[in-house]
């Protein structure tokens, strides 16, 4: 009884629990606040449901097949949009991500250049597309420059951050082969980081498909627009036809991209495990001939030898 004792007695007490309670009671307030100032038509949300189906039944049960052209057009406007300001990011982050990054340039340039990519990507493309309508005027020129913009903020500080976990054995090696600052960068950083930042640049582009429809809302060209327009006037066999588009696309770009960030990540085919490399015919022959020639120039010693002992 005693040992039971001293150690019911040692057993530490529960820890107290009012955090947690007083965590979820404040989340619960929020969250009645929040219902509350929003003012939501809960009579509505009744028969969202109901309306939801009945619009998606009319857009992708009866598709409008002859509105195929126009929809591929609009697409292909899209991923052009997307693929110029992917470009657009990736060669203005590359050189902010190298003086963002503290093992490189250090100090207070990269404490400025780090938060002029914060304050970048702070704005969505959305709200960069209407900031660039008035200097840029409407179409597809204002949601690529919108799209570079963003993903320059976006690539900038991903860039900086690989950067900044490189293996510091290349960089030094070059400081002692006498390079210089740009010299050390080319070869002792870029080659360490340049297929991670590849990768950057693929699901970049890949976002970059997806926003560019939503770029439509305020008239920046591309699928999105068509989708506006015929949301707008309730052609939902067109809108439909539309989503059947942008669906396949991104769908087709994403399996093309996923692979090749995978081969640019994990290198060039490997063999399987379990599976035996054939060893090349010469990592044979070349040991057996040194071993001949090395017979044959100890049998040339042990003569020599017994010539000079007689």
């Known amino acids: 009884m005693t040992t039971l004792a001293a150690a019911r007695a040692a057993r530490p007490s529960p820890p107290s629990r009012w955090r947690r309670n007083l965590a979820w009671l404040a989340v619960g307030v929020l969250l009645i606040w929040a219902l509350r100032s929003g003012e939501l038509p809960y009579h509505r949300l009744l028969s969202l449901p109901g309306g939801l189906a009945d619009v998606l039944g009319e857009m992708l049960i009866f598709p409008d097949w002859s509105y195929v052209p126009t929809a591929w057009e609009g697409m292909v406007e899209s991923v052009q949009m997307a693929w110029i300001g992917t470009v657009i990011g990736a060669a203005l982050s590359l050189p902010l991500g190298f003086l963002g990054a503290k093992n490189v340039s250090g100090g207070v340039l990269s404490i400025v250049i780090r938060q002029v990519l914060n304050a970048i990507r702070a704005f969505p493309e959305l709200v960069l597309a209407v900031l660039l309508i008035p200097p840029l005027g409407l179409g597809a020129v204002t949601g690529a420059v919108a ?22 054995g290349p960089v030094e090696a ?44 305020v008239a920046a060209g591309g699928v999105g627009q068509s989708l506006v327009n015929t949301v707008t006037y309730r052609e939902w066999s067109k809108a439909g036809m539309l989503l059947v588009v942008i669906v396949v696309t991104v769908i087709l770009i994403d399996l093309v991209s996923a692979r090749i960030r995978r081969r640019i990540i994990e290198g060039g085919d490997k063999p399987s495990g379990g599976q035996l490399v054939a060893e090349p015919a010469f990592a044979t022959e070349v040991p057996a001939a040194a ?17 000079q002992r007689f």
């Open 291 to 307: 071993a001949a020639s090395s017979s044959v120039v100890d049998a040339h010693d042990r003569a020599h030898l017994e010539d």
């Open 147 to 168: 799209l570079g913009l963003h993903s320059m903020g976006t690539l900038g500080k991903l860039t900086a951050e690989v950067i900044e976990g490189i293996d510091p």
């Open 174 to 217: 070059a400081r002692a082969s006498g390079a210089n600052q740009v010299q050390t960068l080319r070869w002792g950083v870029l080659p360490q980081v340049l297929p991670e930042i590849v990768a950057f640049w693929l699901y970049r582009f890949e976002i970059n498909v997806r926003a560019s429809a939503v770029l439509g809302v």
